[in-house]
């Protein structure tokens, strides 16, 4: 019924841009949306917070990404985006999307993408 489909990975070098996407879509229920964000996996770590957003606006980054990321969302698409700036090579790893999600008539949880690798070259 929740589907995030996220886009945007890619290899680039170090110093480099991307901008990730990821569009979450419902069917079938009433839904509401209170966070959208990005979350990355390196090889051997754990997955960490990157960004995340509020529907009111209010956002969070790793400290990692400031000055670097911005998060932004499209309420009415329910898209999230990340664009990512001066790129390095620790930036690497899986990025995931996150949403945390309620479906009218269940509880509120988070919802993940399948993840878009990001690959940055020194």
């Known amino acids: 019924q929740v589907q995030l489909v996220e886009s945007g990975g890619g290899l680039v070098q170090a110093g480099g841009s991307l901008r990730l996407s990821c569009s979450c879509t419902v069917s079938g229920r009433s839904f509401s949306i209170r966070d959208m964000g990005w979350y990355r996996q390196a090889p051997g770590k754990q997955r960490e917070l990157v960004a995340t957003?509020?529907?009111?606006?209010?956002?969070n980054y790793a400290d990692s990404v400031k000055g670097r990321f911005t998060i932004s969302t499209d309420n009415a698409k329910n898209t999230v985006y990340l664009q990512m700036n001066s790129l390095k090579p620790e930036d690497a790893g899986v990025y995931y999307c996150n949403v945390f999600l309620l479906l009218i008539g269940s509880t509120w949880t988070d919802y993940w993408g399948r993840g878009t690798q990001v690959i940055v070259s020194s």
């Open positions: 957003m509020t529907t009111g606006g209010s956002t």
